[in-house]
Each structure stands twice: as structure tokens, then as C-alpha cells.
């Protein structure tokens, strides 16, 4: 069974710019979670993909969008970057069709923002 | 009154104590609930679900409160292994969305 993969494991941008942060869900999932964890905080939902659609989101501004690929894979993209989007972006996947099944995470993206 | 709410704590206990964290939630309708455990700066790993009144699996136990809306976790002879950061998951508005609460942080020492 493959497990939730991420990349990059680190990346350090500048303020304005602009990143991909991708995802490889777990074999037999078709969910994929996004969620920002700053320091010291649990993590926050951004959305959900499903289907290729976005399933749910949290209260992120729309410069945070995402896109879920045939194959469930999954980025994340976030323009304008701001200081403090500077966190933890880890990905989970999940089943959907168990209602609320438990969310697989990924090791996660370390975004630093300057 | 928060979606998830934690005593960040830290707790430090003594190695083969038993602790205990209580979370609570505001969303009545959530059916199912999830704790997870946190190493710094890794990723959160799935401990235990928790579906009906409770579920145990060997030192840990966590038990469910609907008419009072909390969810516990109990660890049982504790390890230094143990500690770690311990997340309360509920699902709240769509069934879509799990939310975590901030974290209990564990400290266990010798």
C-alpha cells in the first residue's frame, strides 16, 4: 500500500510570489485534503477535492485554489504569498463513501515566506 | 463557543502515570470523531476512532460524551514514547470537513 506523498519537502519563496504544492494520495483513496498548520496551532482545513471537484472548503481567501487529477492526485496553489502563509501545508486523503472516514496524511510542505 | 477546543496544557507526568484530555465540541450532529498524535514537526498519525460510546486499543482508551458534547482520551502506564502533541478531529459543518482542535502537548519523563 502506498502512503500519502508530498513535494517539495521544503521551499522558501518571497513575498508576491507565487507556488504549487502537490500531493499523491494513498492507494484506494479518492479525497484529497489540504490543511495549514502555523506553529503552535492544529491544522486548519483549506478545502477538499473530490471528483475533481472542490468538496468543501474552509476560510481561506481565494488565492488559495487547488486541482484534483484523474489519477486523485492533487496540488495546491497559492498566489500573492504573504508572510504569514509561512506554515506546515499537508496533504491527507481519505474515502469517501464511509461518512467521516479518518484522513491519511502526507510528511507535509514547509513554506517559508520572506 | 469554539468547533474544537483542547487544554493545550503541557501535561508532564511521571513515566507509568495515567492522563487523561478531554475535548469538547460545538456541532451536536457529529457521528463520528478521531484522535490523532503529533511528533514536532511531523505529521499527524491517526491513533484512535471513535465511533460509538468508546473504543479501547491496549494503554489507550477514548470515550465519548454526546450529552455533554466531549470526547476523552485516556493513556494507561504511561511511555516516555508517548509523549507528544494529541489532536481532537470532529467533523463539523459538511461531512466533508474534519476539524482539528489546537493540541494537548504530553510531556513524559523519567
Known sequence: ETGVTQS???????RGQQVTLRCSSQSGHNTVSWYQQALGQGPQFIFQYYREEENGRGNFPPRFSGLQFPNY???????A???????LYLCASSFAGTHNSPLHFGNGTRLTVT | RKEVEQDPGPFNVPEGATVAFNCTYSNSASQSFFWYRQDCRKEPKLLMSVYSSGNEDGRFTA???????????????????DSATYLCVVPTGTASKLTFGTGTRLQVTL
Do not use: G, W
Not at chain 1, 73 to 79: D, G, I, M
Not at chain 2, 69 to 74: A, E, F, G, H, V
Open chain 1, 81 to 87: 504569498l504573504e508572510l504569514d502563509d509561512s506554515a
Open chain 2, 63 to 81: 470515550q465519548l460524551n454526546r450529552a455533554s458534547q466531549y470526547i476523552s482520551l485516556l493513556i494507561r502506564d504511561s511511555k516516555l514514547s
Open chain 1, 8 to 14: 517539495p519537502t521544503h521551499l522558501i519563496k518571497t
Open chain 1, 73 to 79: 492526485s492533487s496540488e495546491l496553489n497559492v498566489n
